[in-house]
């Protein structure tokens, strides 16, 4: 059985950001909309061992409002075996300097999203006498290992999904793309070694192709990047000035969307995550909320647990 915890379910920024003042984050900073943190996973296989995908910067606040993840045996003890990235993006990596303190842990991500934690020296602080950091390659499916190098329970299978570079790291000069590669942005297929249950895991996507359809296709669970909801709403909500396809990022909605791109493909469960504080479907009764309900979505929530 795979066990799956949403332990963040909002974009960069989270929901509230702090300094935005729309009507929606302020509902959520008073408490009559459904405040989120910002995008990661928790996923077991065997409820002993977790794995985080992508750590964000409200780790701290998350494992300590997620029981599964407290310290069980002993006076310094983490369920936390390891943490696999699916980009450089801060809303990705930053948790991981949460996760200091000489814990044993394996950090899998792309050789290349492992280039930008080595030139970042901040990131020293997970010892590498015990944080194994394992390189992950496009096509090559693999095993999670624990720090002590035995199994951890899931085949994971990363590969290409259109996307970009992360923010930082964009270069004005290199094109369209910005000098993106194609292990910038990942989709993971995660696939429990006992019972053979799976599903894909893709918080960050500019459009899906088909040969992606083609993957997702009669899938029993997709997590998808539902970072907004229309192209141009951070520009209509008059808080930025860069559309979904600048950051790389489909919709949910439109010819070119998430919703239609997905439509067909008989996949069983379909759930947003990395949901942006200008998506109108984080209010539990927008219109746009109750559309892509009835068009057989779910809009993540922290806490969101679901067993395959
Ligand atoms: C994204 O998903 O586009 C990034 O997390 C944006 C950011 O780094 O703020
Ligand atoms: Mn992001």
């Given at each position: ?73 002993g006076l310094r003890h983490s ?69 002590e190098g035995k199994s951890g ?156």
């Amino acid at each position: 059985m795979l066990r799956i915890v949403v332990i963040g379910s909002a974009a960069g920024g989270g929901f509230p950001q702090w300094n935005c003042s729309t009507d929606a984050c302020n509902q959520a900073r008073t408490g009559d909309a459904l405040a989120r943190t910002q995008s990661s996973l928790a996923v077991t296989a065997d409820d002993e061992h977790w794995y985080l995908f992508n750590a964000s910067p409200d780790l701290r606040h998350q494992i300590n409002s997620t029981p599964a993840l407290h310290p069980k045996n002993g006076l310094r003890h983490s369920p936390i075996s390891g943490v696999i990235v699916t980009n450089a993006d801060v809303d990705h990596i930053a948790g991981l300097l949460t996760l200091r303190e000489s814990a044993p842990l394996v950090l899998y991500a792309t050789e290349r999203v492992h280039g930008t934690l080595r030139a970042n020296s901040v990131f020293n602080v997970l010892n590498s006498e015990l944080v194994a950091r394992l390189p992950m390659t496009l096509g090559q499916s693999f095993e999670l290992k624990t720090p002590e190098g035995k199994s951890g329970g899931m085949i994971i299978e990363p590969f290409v999904v259109p996307g970009k570079v992360a923010l930082y790291l964009e270069n004005p000069d290199a094109g369209p793309n910005f000098g993106s590669q194609s292990e910038d942005t990942i989709g993971l297929r995660i696939q429990s070694m006992e019972g053979g249950e799976y599903f894909f895991y893709i918080p960050g996507c500019a459009s899906v192709p088909p040969e992606l359809a083609a993957r997702l296709q009669s899938a029993p669970l997709v997590l998808f990047d539902g970072t907004l909801w229309q192209d141009d709403e951070m520009q209509v909500a008059g808080v930025g000035i860069k559309t979904g396809q600048r950051m790389g990022h489909i919709s949910m909605s439109g010819p070119e969307g998430a919703i239609a791109a997905l439509e067909g493909l008989n996949v069983v469960r379909k759930v947003f995550v990395h949901i942006n504080n200008t998506n109108p479907t984080l209010l539990a009764d927008s219109p746009e909320r109750h559309k892509v309900e009835a068009l057989g979505w779910e809009i993540a929530f922290d806490g969101m647990e679901i067993c395959l």
